[in-house]
């Protein structure tokens, strides 16, 4: 069965860096393009950076763009989220995202709290 399982979230001073991880399961990694999102609360579920199948292309929201990387390893089967130069309004639980269009379903994973303090 599918697996999407994060790490790294935690309490980090403005300005500072978090590392989130998520290591999947149960389908062909390499075969879709993922997707980290992010809730805050009160706020819809907003994307924010996606990396295709190779890793060779990346998109970002502009709200993160030159402050966050996604990257990925087929071999390990994990997307990586590296968020630097952390805001307040970068609090909000990250989800770990693909689509599987066979099945006409979003899979996520558990979520990871990301609390920036000000």
């Known amino acids: 069965q599918v697996q999407l399982v994060e790490s790294g979230g935690g309490l980090v001073q403005p300005g500072g860096s978090l590392r989130l991880s998520c290591v999947a399961s149960?389908?062909?990694?390499?075969?879709?393009?993922m997707r980290w999102y992010r809730q805050a609360p009160g706020k819809e579920r907003e994307l924010v950076a996606s990396?295709?199948?190779?890793?060779?292309?990346?998109n970002y929201a502009d709200s993160v763009k030159g402050r966050f990387t996604i990257s990925r390893d087929n071999a390990e089967n994990t997307v990586t989220l590296q968020m630097n130069s952390l805001k307040p309004e970068d609090t909000a639980v990250y989800y770990c995202n693909f689509y599987r269009r066979a099945a006409a379903t979003n899979y996520w994973g558990q979520g990871t709290q990301v609390t920036v303090s000000s």
């Open positions: 149960g389908f062909t990694f390499s075969s879709y393009v």
């Open positions: 990396i295709t199948t190779t890793g060779g292309s990346t």
